[in-house]
């Protein structure tokens, strides 16, 4: 994704809930077994909770989905927003993976990679990622313990 959008530029979007954005945020495909892995993933080893989660099937999901003009049907890309400056595809991944410390952050050095391949083998994984590890039946829910880090 190419467009480039104002930071907070939800803020100014009616169909867009308030929510907190005073952390950055993860939107992921929930019924997505490899979009799920991701979410708890990000948990484990986001050991200083810099990041909060959000189901893309979720109302604030859904709105933000069709705020940066992507498809609320189709999760082909994880949106991480950092500073209200959302992040699409290979470059949101490395965003948030380079946040989690050593040794996650090493994904940085993916950046030597012209955008263009980056985003063309994300979407290779993001078209087969329901063969990859399967489709959920019902969206991802956190534990107890890890609720507060997920928005409604």
């Keep these: 994704m190419t467009a480039v959008f104002a930071p907070y530029s939800y803020h100014a979007d009616p169909a ?3 929510f907190p954005d005073d952390k950055p945020v ?4 929930g019924l997505c077994g ?10 484990r080893f986001d050991r200083q909770q810099v990041f909060r989660l959000l189901a893309a099937q ?3 999901g859904r709105a933000l989905y069709v705020h940066y003009g992507l498809d609320p049907e189709n999760y082909e890309t994880n949106i991480v ?6 992040w699409f ?3 949101a991944a490395i965003r948030a993976a380079g ?7 090493l994904a940085r050095i993916v950046r030597v990679l012209p955008l263009g391949w980056r985003d063309a083998l994300y979407d290779v994984v993001a078209r087969n990622r329901f063969r990859i590890m399967g489709r959920r039946d019902v969206c991802f829910a956190p534990d107890v313990k890890d609720r507060a880090r997920f928005l409604a």
């Design 16 to 18: 867009v809930p308030p």
């Design 26 to 29: 993860i939107v992921f495909d």
């Design 34 to 43: 490899f979009c799920s892995a991701w979410a708890r993933f990000v948990m």
């Design 58 to 60: 979720s109302a604030l």
């Design 81 to 86: 927003i950092m500073d209200g400056v959302p």
């Design 89 to 91: 595809k290979s470059e």
């Design 99 to 105: 946040t989690l410390g050593f040794p996650w952050s």
